[in-house]
Every structure is written in structure tokens, then in C-alpha cells.
């Protein structure tokens, strides 16, 4: 099947499926001679990984990561670096009920009618499951990057909840279960996502991520833009629906006055901007700024509440999704949207070199 690999002079392919013996990644265009070992890329998949609290899938899976090639003595030899996380929580089991049904609202029927066949358990490889994959080869990216650059993602609203900016701390973001900046907030959507649980529904999350440390300069034009390639990457994310670059849409609200990111220089000759609207990019190439993005993260169609649908024999019917489902799978979107910016950003800092140098 095509379309699983990712990134030009950084790149990275995932493989593997939801039920299947194991996940992973193939990075290539790694550097020579970075420091890299399994603990490096394990601290964030920790932070991703499914049954940490009872607002996620309660599915155990430890995701702990082999590296299978490309390191010697510690370092990175240049060649691909092979990962693999194995599976070894799976109720295959619980999907027995759906296999000829297909989820409203999931790629059960897009899968079949284009390939003539699908893995139904767990979705396959459309399942969220392989987003692990991902945040494995963004902790990769994170190295190729540097410490000069720091990307942090935080949830910002839950179904209708947003959060109040004002209260916006980053050192709330590893004090609650939501990834959640603002501590009030996460509080009251504890209450929330308890009733949503119970209820065996589920609702849907916007996520923001924020680059800061981004040199002036990266990004091409025209169709390799910087903020093109940031879209399609948050887009690639299972579930994501939309996605916006600085003020995104609130932008069609602003004067041109109010939009422009007035200019001034500082004492030491550097140019520093008034605000940031545009999220850190212009043009396609970055300001200096700090890169937002956000993106929004629909519900999971896999929910207890009986939904219409027709079967695999073309027959209408009902269905219903048991197993172990998250309630808002946008919390654990969190640390994929920051492993998305962490390879384009990588990707885009050594398409920069090639060309530019520095």
C-alpha cells in the first residue's frame, strides 16, 4: 500500500497494524554520529502511550522501542534506523461483531471498496495505534534538530470547552492527564469527560504546538512551503479534520492593520516583530518566530450508542463498537502533533543546508 512514507531529506516510513505482531519505523536520512539510543526516543513514547488514566483506551501496551539498525556504539551510522514497538495488548476478539459492518464516521467502508479487503480489528492500519510509529521517529527529528529548538503541544479545548488564554501556564502541561495549560480548565473537563465515558460516547479536541527556536530562514516556495508541509503533516494524523497556522481562520476577522506583523529593529541590529499572527511563517519560510499550529481532532466513531450503517453484503443494519475506546482520542494527539512538527521541522533544517549552507 502506498502513501506511508513521509518527509524528503528527512524521512521516515511506519508499517504495521493495529492487531498486528508489532509497529515501527524506518528513518532514513538520519545524520551520522548523533547520540542516539532507545531510552532517547522511549521518554516520549511514554508520554503517548494508551491506559494512563481512564480518559484514554484502557488497552496496555508498554510501546517499548528496539532499535533494529543504524546505530553503532551509540551513534547514528548514517543508514535507515529500523524501530519496533510489539503488540501485546490485543482483543482481536471484541471486533468479531463488526467484521462485515462498517463504522460511520471511520475508513471500514473507504478501506474495502479501494483495496477489496481490510483488517477489521482495532481498524487496522487506519487505527490510531500507528501514531506510535510516528512519535518514535519525531524523537529522532528532535535530535537532529538540536536542543536550539523547542516544540511543545498542549490540548486547548474539548468538545465545546476551550481554555481561558489568560491562564495559559506550559508547566501545567505534565501536572494533568490532558496535556491541558490552563489548570481550571482541566479540572472542569474532568467532570465532563467522566459523563462522556460513562455515557460510551466521545467528542472531539483541538490541539496547538508550538516550535520556538526556529531560525529565520527554512521553508521553500512555492509548494514546498514551510507551513504547506506543517499542514499536510498534522492532516496525515488519523482523525485530524482541519488545521490552522497562526490565527488561521480568525484571520478572515482582522483589518489589514490589525493582521500585519508590525517590524522594529533591536539594539543589537536583529529584527524583532510586534505580534504574530501568522504563526511564525511567511511567505512559506520561517520569521524567527515561534511556529503555531493548531488542529482540530474529530470524535472517534467507536462508541457504545447504536449507529445506522450497512454491511460488507449491502444490507442496512445497526451497529455498535465494543472494546476499549478512547473517550476524546485527541489527548493523546498531543504528543503526535509535536512529533509531526519535530520531522517537518528536521526535514526542512537539512533541505535548508543542502541548499543554503549553515
Known sequence: MAGNSFGTAFRFTTWGESHGIAIGAVVDGVPPRL???EEDIQRYLDRRKPGQSRFTTQRREPDTVRILSGVFEGLTTGTPVSLMIENQDQRSKDYGDIARKFRPGHA???????????????????????TASRVAAGAIARKVLGDGVTIRGALVQVGPHAIDRNRWDWSQTDANPFFCPDAETAARWETYLDEVRKSGSSVGAVIEVVASGVPVGWGDPLYD??????????????????????????????????????????PDGSVRFLSNHAGGILGGISTGQDIVVRFAVKPTSSILTPRQTVDIDGNETEILTKGR????????????????????LADHMMRHRAQCGG
Open 108 to 130: 471500514d467502508y473507504t478501506y474495502q471498496e479501494k483495496y477489496g479487503i481490510r483488517d477489521y480489528r482495532g481498524g487496522g492500519r487506519s487505527s490510531a495505534r500507528e
Open 325 to 344: 475506546h478512547d473517550p476524546c482520542v485527541g489527548i493523546r494527539a498531543v504528543p503526535v502533533g509535536e512529533a509531526m512538527m519535530a520531522c517537518v
Open 225 to 266: 512551503k514551510l507551513d504547506s508541509d506543517l499542514a499536510r503533516a498534522m492532516m496525515t494524523i488519523n482523525a485530524v479534520k482541519g488545521v490552522e497556522i497562526g490565527d488561521g481562520f480568525a484571520a478572515a476577522e482582522l483589518s489589514g492593520e490589525g493582521n500585519a506583523d508590525e517590524m522594529r529593529i533591536n
Open 35 to 37: 547520540p542516539l539510543t
